[in-house]
């Protein structure tokens, strides 16, 4: 799922979200937890599904990465009251949260009060929710602003009797209140009762009706159409701050004597229309669907980059040039809601800014919102969320299920519209080992400081980049748990835990050292199959040290088994962040990170297979890289409107492709984003 769609994504949390622009940073759980905000508007009662703005999908491959978009609050379910969820934005930055307000959470996902708007995927809109809202979770996702928001009562027709429906008349004027009898032409004049209700009606001035004077009904008046003109009479006079006169009041008590047993019909009936109204309330089925947008235009460049692929002899073999690119990103998320507690997210997305890798000659100087789809649009989310119980949420589909979608996001700078201007600075890269399109995850609170996330996903076939060995269980698959706690209100600690199968060789991060063997591989062994089994272990952790400034890390380690050869290759990544929420002016962000990409450590691989070693000297030995990448990055998020915000960022790689023998690599940008 992109960042800008993921919101939807997660579907536990139990705090509410605001609908504030978004800002550099989420409140931690303790500042989104539901004493700590307002609640959203209501009309019932009830669990919301709040959406955040997908974030943009960060690979080639357009497959979305939570994100959420911002919508406006639903109603919630009886014994519960609106929770906020992000769509993740692909960072989508959204995500669906599932959980009723009165399941307090303290954990990122589930608290979602953003002070600026921004959670951990920016949670901005819907379309965040198709780029990702790991904020929330799959139960966050839910609880952000409902797809199924009713029409507010004041947009609702007036006085439109069911009458009127029926009879598919509908009249160009409201109804006016009649105030004589003689108005309603079929009615007859003749009897007592008339005269008597005739009298007291001009007199009180309380008889309803329609403005083109007739009564209706069953076309005449019926004792039971008096009885109910009575009725209403009779409600208004007894309500009159002056006294009722003896003769009026003696009118009046035979009047309810001669047509008491209609009266009683008129009370049975409006009874059970009440009930039965109430029961249309709350189990209505209201299909709704929104859309929601959000368009990158970005112009980046970089540096002259001298590239030494083989630094056995010292010799560069490629000059890079110095590079202009004029690129845009766009996503559209369709939020959809059946039940008012469930989500619908269909996300598509396309651009045309195809990886950066060939003209910097590395994948470290990726940027959030590389993606090649020659400006067509293509599917990159059409997932389900819904919540079983009140603390506990299930995403499933074909698309948009996966680790980065489902798990809930600690890191403040993820999102590829609004946050981190680079690929690697989304989030710790083990969460996108496998890269699968679908599958089926949970989001389970276990409590206010506690919660745990699972999926399992899938390369389904038909998507974009997906292998051909792609299937539910016969190719490129990743199974995947999450615990986030949150020890302290200021704290957010994630620990991950992905286990994944790659029928390639490739880790699938997109970045860093992402190829596991030796190019030659094929060659030496042309009949093997180079399969690998992945264990990847990590953490992410945020320190909200006060509204304006939250610190944090995050680091992983992967180890990978061939399949069919002896020995593993492992890597390690980490990275240091600062985010600074507001800086300069409400919404606006401004982040610093610096780390390591994904470095392979050790390759115990048979000789001729390991991949550090044959880029050294062709030998392809055992052995690790000699040399460590360092990533930096600078960017500033201004926020112009609610909806435009503009991102000047720098992004400086050191040692590229952990090669002390390249030149450093500069790559800077000028991000607009707009949503809509």
Not at 191 to 201: F, G, I, P, R, V
Not at 258 to 272: M, S
Not at 384 to 408: E, K, Q, S, W
Request: charged share 15%; no cysteine; proline share 7%.
């Amino acid at each position: 799922m992109s960042d800008f769609s993921l919101v939807v994504v997660g579907l536990l949390t139990a705090g509410k979200n605001s609908t504030l622009p978004p800002s550099a940073v989420m409140p931690q759980p303790s500042e989104r937890s539901l004493d700590a905000t307002e609640p959203q508007p209501v009309l019932k009662p009830s669990v919301t599904v709040e959406v955040t703005q997908p974030e943009f999908s960060t690979s080639n491959r357009p497959t979305s990465q939570t994100s959420p978009v911002l919508i406006p609050p639903t109603p919630l379910k009886k014994g519960g009251n609106p929770v906020k969820v992000p769509l993740k934005k692909g960072d989508l930055g959204g995500s669906i949260n599932v959980l009723p307000l009165n399941q307090k959470s303290y954990t990122v996902a589930a608290s979602e009060g953003n002070e600026g708007g921004k959670g951990r995927g920016n949670n901005i809109t819907p379309l965040a929710s198709q780029e990702r809202s790991r904020e929330r979770g799959v139960l966050g996702e839910m609880s952000s602003t409902n797809a199924s928001e009713p029409i507010p009562p004041e947009t609702q027709p007036k006085d439109a009797g069911l009458e009127n429906i029926a009879d598919g008349d509908e009249l160009d004027d409201p109804m006016s209140q009649l105030t004589s009898v003689d108005q309603l032409t079929d009615v007859t004049p003749e009897d007592w009762s008339y005269q008597a209700l005739k009298n007291l009606t001009e007199r009180y001035g309380v008889i309803s009706g329609y403005p083109d004077g007739s009564f209706r009904g069953n076309r005449s008046l019926s004792r039971y159409e008096f009885a109910a003109a009575l009725n209403a009479a009779l409600e208004k006079i007894f309500t009159q701050p002056q006294g009722i006169p003896q003769d009026d009041l003696a009118t009046l008590q035979r009047l309810q004597q001669d047509y008491a047993t209609e009266l009683a019909e008129v009370k049975g009936r409006v009874d059970n229309l009440e009930s039965r109204t109430a029961q249309l309330e709350n189990h209505q089925f209201s299909t709704n669907t929104r859309l929601f947008g959000q368009a990158i235009v970005g112009l980046q460049g970089s540096n002259q980059v001298d590239v030494d692929l083989f630094p056995r002899d010292g010799v560069p073999e490629r000059s890079g040039q110095a590079q202009l690119t004029l690129a845009s990103n766009v996503q559209l998320s369709l939020v959809t809601s059946f039940t008012g507690q469930d989500l619908l997210l269909t996300g598509l997305q396309g651009g045309n800014l195809a990886s950066s890798a060939p003209f910097v000659f590395t994948n470290m100087g990726r940027l959030s919102t590389e993606l090649e789809t020659n400006n067509d649009l293509v599917l990159s989310d059409l997932s389900y969320r819904f919540p079983v119980t009140d603390n506990f949420g299930v995403i499933v589909g074909p698309a948009g299920v996966n680790p980065a979608n489902t798990f809930r996001g600690i890191n403040p700078l993820e999102g590829s519209g609004d946050g981190s201007i680079s690929l690697l600075g989304q989030r710790n890269p083990i969460l996108s080992i496998g890269n699968g399109t679908g599958g089926i995850g949970f989001d389970w609170q276990i409590n206010k400081r506690l919660s745990l996330q699972a999926v399992y996903s899938a390369e389904l076939p038909g998507f974009t980049s997906n292998s051909s060995q792609g299937g539910l269980f016969g190719g490129r698959t990743s199974a995947g748990v999450q615990f986030t706690i949150a020890p302290t209100n200021n704290l957010d600690i994630g620990l991950h835990y992905i286990y994944s199968h790659s029928p390639d060789g490739l880790l699938g991060i997109g970045t860093g050292d992402n190829q596991l063997i030796s190019p030659l591989a094929p060659i030496i062994s042309p009949s093997t199959s180079f399969a690998f089994n992945t264990h990847a272990v990590g953490g992410t952790l945020a320190w909200r040290v006060n509204p304006r400034l939250t610190l944090g890390t995050w680091g992983g380690w992967t180890s990978s088994d061939p399949v069919n050869l002896s020995g593993s290759v492992e890597t390690t990544n980490w990275m240091l962040f600062s985010a600074f929420p507001d800086l300069f002016g409400r919404g606006n962000l401004g982040g610093i990170l610096f780390g390591q990409p994904p470095k392979i450590t050790s390759s115990t691989l048979p000789d001729g297979f390991n991949l550090p070693n044959f880029l050294t000297n062709l030998s392809g030995t055992p052995g690790g890289r000699r040399d460590t990448a360092l990533h930096l990055e600078l960017f500033y998020r201004a926020r112009l409107t609610d909806n435009i915000f503009l991102t000047p960022g720098v992004l400086v790689v050191f040692n590229p492709d952990h090669n002390a023998a390249n030149d450093t690599l500069v790559v800077g940008t000028m991000r607009a984003t707009f949503r809509f």
